[in-house]
């Protein structure tokens, strides 16, 4: 129907020929680009980032890190790769991704929502995959190998950084007169727990769960809180009086009691403790982003794109919610430590997983075990909570700087 | 050509409450009919709480309601190619999300904050192409560098990359309108599109409006309380005083010979260039809160010609036509004893943009 040609009469004619390079040289960027340079750029993020990238390594090339399964082992004439063998789909989908993420990240011209729906498409078809075709054998002797050493059958082999997996349990090995847990040694540099496992191992094989439990956590509390508070802001009148009910209904429910009642009547389950961290903690972010979006509802942008006919799906959620994610976004890094000290307390109460490595569980046991206090179990996973919930608050702080117009013009 | 009026409005009366959310209503709007023809340009003037916004954003349902409500009226939408005029008041969200945008466009006042400050403003006009035409995605980018040519922007494929806080407050509406008129739209409500801007960039984006009225055909809603505004742009002109239209004509006779004395207190109050003054005239007092309204005429409380008439503080007056093709609403205005109870309809238009605006005030 557009049959009145719109550009018959050009008002201001182009200029021919080249124009001169002189106008604009800075890449234009968004303001929430702006924000994330911000807060990457300032020096405590930077100490919070190095921690994270850390505990990411450790997650993502743990099986490399730590394990019992040697990289190489020429046994009784044959060459093998017991290692490659024995890689679970979490841990092939992981590996996977991680390169994806870095090939993505050296992609310039890609935007940075692209990547992420890569990314995701990847990790998804990975996991897919993976399930079907990688089967690691089910039972995995692990003392194998010790014996093999021992009857003189290895010829040669490449170990692992920390030659022990976090279930190699050598509580059974013939240990006269030194009973588990051992202090720091030459072989275990942290020691070992009550079963004799390595702590060294299990504290970087226990850095996925630590990870997992925040992110999947609070990603699930932020979609349902943004969700809910963006349709509050947006709607007021009586939503915005239900949702206020609800969420005074939600934030007056005690965490740490609803998880040890699930866990105790639904068993120890990673999963189980993730949707009720997520589901307890949503109610934070409700109440930003209906503030937000309070905000945003008298924005004239908002009342121009309602003016332009857009459907409710893309005003709500392509015009307000970039808009008001900041103050969000901020808080999540918070809400990722809070998780994870809500993880680490109930394994420390004794209610954590079962047989999955986690810092919670070994700090549980420096008590625990057999009366006494064994400070190696108590410091190395102890500094490693610490340090971690540290990392995501300094993020979280800088963050917060980064869009604190009052702070903008602060030296540093 | 016979002529039918592109849009109609039929006693449009929209309330909000006074205070609380049960308690007694505020009618921001009033009875108001007026009606715009194709290419016309029709000028609502009025101070600040006269409901000129309000009647414009009813045209669009983009009161909010609640708190608003609309009470009464019919706003009878007629394109060329419609076979029968739409009641846009009775139509739904989802008929509303085709009209906006695609046949009734908007532009705000604050072209400061109208454009997402998330988004280079080519990825905001390309949205809106999209929703309303059936084109593919290279033909949309097609259309955003076309209307930002159109709305004379330098550069405009390298501009489409460029997110709203580079651009100046000019700028910015010219890009409100190439992103308004980037689909086409019969009818352009623009809501006082140069009051925040400085006066350069204003008589700039009015002249840009002027052209783009005559290449695309389209007719304006042009909100404004800057008489200077309307005597160049206008053709028709309603003045507004609490919620309703208080005098209604071409802009030749509303400026030749005001009828109510709203309106001759608006252009004493106008800097003339070339004569010296003391000090302004003023209009004593402001307009009254729409929760208590005055009983009788609106503006007696502050009208400086006629004290202490009873009929005037009890009845409120009706606008008749006093003169053809001019209304107004005023017991004292020449011949309103004998006027016509006709709903306002003027045709008119100027023959050629800018002709001849003389400033010929009372």
Not at chain 2, 32 to 55: D, M, W
Not at chain 2, 187 to 196: C, N, S
């Amino acid at each position: 129907m557009s049959n009145v040609t719109s550009s018959s009469i050009p008002l201001t004619p182009q200029p021919a020929g080249p124009v001169a390079p002189t106008v604009r040289r800075t890449q234009p960027r968004s303001w929430l680009a702006r924000v994330v340079l911000d807060t990457v750029g300032r020096a405590g993020a930077k100490v919070g980032l190095v921690w994270i990238a850390t505990i990411t390594f450790c997650a993502v090339f743990a099986p490399m890190l730590a394990n019992s399964h040697p990289f190489l082992l020429k046994m009784d004439g044959r060459w093998s790769s017991p290692m490659l063998r024995h890689l679970t789909p979490t841990d092939v989908t992981l590996l996977v991704s991680f390169a994806a993420a870095l090939t993505l990240w050296a992609l310039k011209p890609l935007r940075f929502a692209h990547k992420a729906g890569a990314l995701l498409g990847v990790a998804t078809v990975t996991l897919g995959l993976s399930l079907l075709f990688v089967t690691p054998p089910k039972l995995a002797v692990l003392e194998q190998y010790r014996q093999a050493i021992e009857q003189g059958r290895v010829e040669w082999a490449v170990w692992a950084p920390v030659p022990y997996s976090p279930n190699d349990r050598q509580r059974d090995r013939f240990t006269p007169g030194r009973p588990h847990p051992w202090q720091p040694s030459r072989e275990h540099p942290l020691g070992t727990e009550r079963n004799g496992a390595d702590i060294l191992s299990r504290m970087i094989h226990a850095s996925r769960n630590a990870l997992a439990i925040g992110f999947i956590a609070e990603g699930l509390s932020l979609l349902i809180g943004v969700f809910i508070g963006g349709l509050m802001g947006y709607f007021a009148g009586p939503i915005d009086l239900f949702g206020m009910r609800l969420v005074e209904v939600f934030s007056s429910i005690p965490r740490i009691y609803l998880l040890l009642t699930f866990v105790a009547f639904f068993g120890r389950n990673l999963y189980l403790i993730m949707v009720i961290i997520g589901l307890t903690s949503w109610v934070g972010y409700a109440l930003f982003t209906r503030a937000e979006f309070l905000r945003l509802r008298q924005q004239d942008f908002v009342q121009a794109a309602i003016a332009c006919g857009l459907p409710l799906r893309s005003i709500l959620f392509r015009h307000m919610l970039p808009n008001g994610m900041a103050p969000v976004l901020v808080n999540v890094s918070f809400g990722v430590a809070s998780a994870i000290l809500a993880e680490s307390t109930l394994s420390f109460l004794g209610l954590g997983l079962v047989d999955e490595p986690s810092w919670g569980e070994l700090l549980n046991q420096a008590l625990s075990a057999g009366g006494g206090f064994h400070w190696w179990l108590a410091t190395f996973p102890g500094l490693a909570i610490f340090l971690t919930v540290c990392a995501y608050n300094l993020i979280g702080e800088s963050a917060r700087d980064a869009i604190d117009p009052h702070l903008k013009r602060a030296p540093v | 050509m016979p002529q039918q009026p592109l849009l109609k409005i039929e006693d449009l009366t929209v309330s909000f409450p006074a205070d609380r959310a049960a308690g007694p209503r505020a009618f921001a709007v009033q009875k108001v009919n007026l009606s715009i023809y194709p290419q016309q340009t029709l000028a609502l003037v009025g101070e600040s709480g006269c409901g000129k916004s309000v009647t414009a954003l009813s045209i669009l349902q983009l009161v909010a309601t609640p708190p608003g409500r609309y009470e009464a009226g019919r706003i009878w939408w007629n394109p060329p190619n419609a076979d029968t005029p739409r009641n846009l008041l009775a139509l739904s969200e989802k008929q509303m999300c085709q009209v906006r945008g695609g046949q009734i466009a908007m532009v705000f006042q604050e072209p400061m904050t109208s454009l997402n400050p998330v988004y280079t403003i080519g990825e905001q006009i390309i949205e809106a192409v999209l929703l309303h035409q059936q084109v593919d995605r290279r033909r949309a980018v097609q259309i955003a560098v076309e209307a930002l040519t159109d709305v004379g922007i330098a550069e405009p494929a390298s501009r489409l990359s460029e997110y709203p806080h580079r651009l100046s407050g000019g700028m910015r509406q010219r890009v409100m309108i190439a992103m308004a008129l980037a689909c086409q739209p019969r009818l352009l409500l623009a809501d006082e599109p140069t009051t925040a801007l400085d006066v350069t960039i204003q008589a700039q984006i009015l002249e840009l409006l002027r052209d783009l009225q005559d290449r695309r055909r389209m007719a304006i809603l042009l909100i404004t309380h800057d008489l200077g505004v309307v005597a160049e742009n206008a053709d028709v002109v309603a003045v507004m005083y609490a919620g309703r239209i208080v005098e209604y004509g071409p802009v030749h006779a509303v400026f030749r010979n005001p009828l109510h004395p709203y309106t001759r207190g608006l252009f004493a109050s106008m800097p003339l260039l070339g004569k010296r003054h003391g000090r302004l005239a003023t209009i004593p007092g402001n307009v009254p809160n729409p929760a208590d309204f005055p009983p009788g005429c609106p503006f007696h409380p502050r009208c400086p010609d006629v004290r202490g008439d009873p009929q005037c503080s009890t009845t409120d007056p009706p606008l008749l036509e006093v003169e053809p093709q001019h209304w107004v609403a005023c017991w004292h205005a020449p011949n309103h004893t004998h006027g016509q109870p006709a709903p306002p309809d003027v045709s008119y238009r100027r023959p050629s943009p800018a002709s001849t605006a003389n400033h010929a005030t009372a």
